[in-house]
Every structure is written in C-alpha cells, then in structure tokens.
C-alpha cells in the first residue's frame, strides 16, 4: 500500500505527522497532490476541543494542488497534471439543499464543509476530492499558488459577508474583527461599493492593513465605544450593514447595536456556548433589521469567479500570507498562528517546500512582522 504524509487530529492538542494510506479515488472522485494549503481559525477550533471532528481525521479545508489520479467520468473535463484548487466547502450539486441554492447546507446543517471536518483534508501530500465535477476548478495560468491560497476559504468567505449583507454603491459599513477573514470582508464592502467602511480591530497592524484593504476609518475597540463612535459617523442612525468576523458574543452584540433601523448583521464568526440578542439591540423585536449568516460558499464556479478577480488585478490577496512553512513544519505553524506570534495573518503550507520567488511580507510595508 502506498503511504503519504499527513498531519492527523489525535484528540484536544493532540496533531502528529504521520505516514497514512494514500487516498485513491472511485468513479466521480479525484486526487490532488497537495501544492499549498493553510490553516485557519477553525481547525484551532477543532484543536482546542471547541469544535469536535473524530480522532485519526488529516485537518485542514483549504487546497491548492495538481491532479494525480481522476476517478471514471471526469476525463472530458480534467487531466492529470492540471493545476487546481477546490473550495473548502465542496457541494454535491445534487441534492436538495445545492438545487435550491444553499450549496453550503448540502444534504443538511453544514454538510457542504467536508474537507478536515467530516472526511479528510488536505493537510497532507494528497487529498481525495469528492463530486469533483462540481469542485474541482482550474488554476488561470499567470497565477501562483501563493496567490490563489486564500480563495478556497478566506476571501469566498470574507467577501461573502458583504455579498450576503447586500452592501450597496453609498452604504456604510461596519466589519467586526480585521483577521484574514474580516479584512476580506473589507475589501469586499469596498468591491461592492460601501462610502464609509469602518474597521475595528484591537491590533493596532491590523487597523493598518484594514485601511489598505479598503476601512475608510479604523476603530480600536479597546479605547473607545465602537458602537457611541459608529453612531456618531452615521447622523446618530447607525451603519446599513454590520459585519461581524470574529464569533463572540461581544463582537455579535456590538454589531447588532451599530446597525440603523431596517439595516443588516451579516455573520459569518463561528459561536460557541450561547448567543444572545438583547431586546434594546432589536428594538424589542421591532426594528426591520435582518441578521443573515453565511458558511464559505464553495464550489467550481464561486472558485472561479474569486479567481478571475485575481486575473484582472482586481483583488490581491498574497499579501495575507505572512509565514510560509513545509508540511513537516505544520505543528510549528499551527502553534504560531494559534497563537497569533510574529504578526501573523496566514501561514502557507507547502508540502513540496517553499518555492523561490514567493512574495516575502517584508515587500509590504504594513504587515511587517
Ligand atoms: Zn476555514
Ligand atoms: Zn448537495
């Protein structure tokens, strides 16, 4: 039996890189050697015991890689050798949930959220790629994979908050939290057209990179009243759309107090133990206002459009990767970033090393580390 590495889940801080079977894959199905893939917020969840996923699972939900064996039916499609990346959400495109447009729900509650979660992903040489036809989406040639590393999640979620928040040409905006996920939910209220866009964030370098991805005015919510101060830049009305991307209840209910009457919460923070909306936040249940909540929507055809923002030089998101490691080296980035030393914003992973050329954080002024 042929083996890989892969960095397996062993329980509460438990990871351990290990020599695993190599994935094979049936009809429908495609392996991937893994290129890039990175860590996110939410395998610290997992890590930590706050979100449970079975020990012996490979973590990890964000792909970037060249296909090595497709399964039967995917040859008109696919070849050997193409460069790909998969969403961290991969939906089936048949079921009841993806044919009525929630791709993210497939066959129920977060079923589309597959990779490191409920199957195993792609911290590891190869990962196996489910209905591929619906996932598997090629890389546009001039790009990198240090440029595509933050589309499988970070950038379709971030932006996703402001997509869902239906942020409109003159709107104000508020975004909760400036990590990875809420800078790009900045940047996509700039996308879509937001006049005011305020970012708020502790971490006086992450205010700064809010203003190059798009804030207008940064807020630190540690020396002021985020909500008093918010109120104040919109006439005492409050944002159209607040964003929140951290997953507390704080950050929650301070978004919910910033919004006007009639405006919008869009979440996309990842809650744990109780969420409370106070009955003054809501104007005792009468204020028109909407909260939405979005999961990372994925998918071939969302990959590909956040790719050809890329192309175009519409958005640039390399920048976000400020540490790069090898697989080996997974359980030292994984301290680091759980832990948010060094300035990080996002590690790269690369399982076949790191690659010359890559754009080193020190080319970006703001995010010095
Ligand atoms: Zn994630
Ligand atoms: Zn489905």
């Known amino acids: 039996m042929e083996t890989m590495k892969a960095v397996v889940f062993h ?43 079975r020990s012996g699972l490979i973590l990890g939900h964000e792909p970037v890689g060249v296909i090595a064996e497709l399964g039967e039916g995917l040859e008109d499609e696919y070849s050997v050798g193409q460069r790909v990346i998969v969403g961290a959400i991969t939906p089936c495109g048949q079921c009841f949930y993806c044919l009525n447009g ?80 809420g800078l790009c939910a900045t940047l996509g209220a700039r996308l879509r057209g ?19 991805f798009g804030a207008t005015i940064t807020l630190d919510p540690t020396a002021c009243d985020v909500v008093a101060e918010i109120k104040r830049l919109t006439d005492g009305r409050g944002v159209d759309v607040a964003i929140e991307a951290l997953g507390r209840q704080q950050t929650f209910e301070s978004a919910l107090r910033s919004i006007r009457p009639g405006g919008t919460l869009s979440s996309l923070g990842v809650y744990s133990g109780k969420l409370v909306a106070p009955y003054e936040a809501v104007y005792a249940g009468l ?16 990959m590909r459009r956040l790719m050809s923002m890329i192309v175009q030089e519409r958005i640039d998101l390399s920048q976000l990767v400020t540490h790069e490691f090898t697989l080996d080296q997974l359980p030292e980035a994984f301290d680091l970033f759980s832990r948010q030393g060094g300035g990080v914003l996002k590690v790269g992973i690369y399982p076949e090393g790191i690659a010359e050329g890559h754009r080193r954080p020190s080319e970006t002024a703001a995010i010095h580390v």
């Open 11 to 53: 329980g509460v801080n438990d990871l351990r890189l290990e020599d695993v079977p190599r994935p094979r894959a049936k009809a429908g199905q495609a392996v991937i050697r893994i290129t890039a893939t990175t860590i996110c917020g939410t395998d610290v969840h997992i890590v930590k015991g706050e979100y449970p996923v």
């Open 102 to 181: 929630v791709h993210s729900q497939c066959h129920g509650p977060m079923g589309g959220w597959r990779f490191g979660n409920t199957i195993n992903g792609a911290w590891a040489e190869y990962l196996l790629v489910p209905d591929a036809r619906a996932n598997l989406t090629p890389i546009p040639e001039p790009l990198t994979d240090q440029q595509v590393l933050m589309v499988p999640d970070i950038a379709s979620t971030g932006i996703s908050g402001a997509e869902r928040g239906n942020v409109k040409i003159g709107d104000s905006v508020a975004v909760f939290a400036q990590g990875p996920i």
């Open 194 to 212: 937001a006049a005011l866009i305020v970012g708020v964030d502790p971490l006086t370098e992450r205010r700064a990179i809010s203003r190059q």
């Open 287 to 302: 204020g028109d206002q909407r909260i939405v909540t979005t999961l990372c929507p994925g998918g071939k055809e969302r």
